[in-house]
């Protein structure tokens, strides 16, 4: 049975930094990523990590977010520095074991205050 267990989220003040974990178990994850929704918007990608490291980013969070994962590849991070009030939103952590079958966490409010 695979399940994410997410935590880091909060409330911070522009200009501050949180730092997003997710735990998976259940299966091996060939992508782990985290995407967000904020109200009235629809869910977007926020980075995402392949097996071996590769990373994408979304434009808006360049430069200010890293992503990583654990040697065991079933924990994923999400560095978030230089929070705006813009990146408030619900995160969610997604894993992917092959194209088309992926899971999702139960999301974790970042809220950021200006």
């Known amino acids: 049975q695979v399940r994410l267990v997410e935590s880091g989220g909060g409330l911070v003040q522009a200009g501050g930094s949180l730092r997003l974990s997710c735990a998976a178990s259940?299966?091996?994850?060939?992508?782990m990523g985290w995407y967000r929704q904020a109200p009235g918007k629809q869910r977007e990608l926020v980075a995402r990590?392949?097996?071996?490291?590769?990373?994408n980013y979304a434009d808006s969070v360049k430069g200010r977010f890293t992503i990583s994962r654990n040697n065991a590849g079933n924990t994923v991070y999400l560095q978030m520095n230089s929070l705006k009030p813009e990146d408030t939103a619900v995160y969610y952590c997604n894993a992917e074991i092959t194209r088309g079958l992926a899971y999702w966490g139960q999301g974790t409010q970042v809220t950021v205050s200006s």
């Open positions: 990590i392949i097996s071996g490291s590769s990373t």
């Open positions: 259940g299966s091996i994850f060939s992508v």
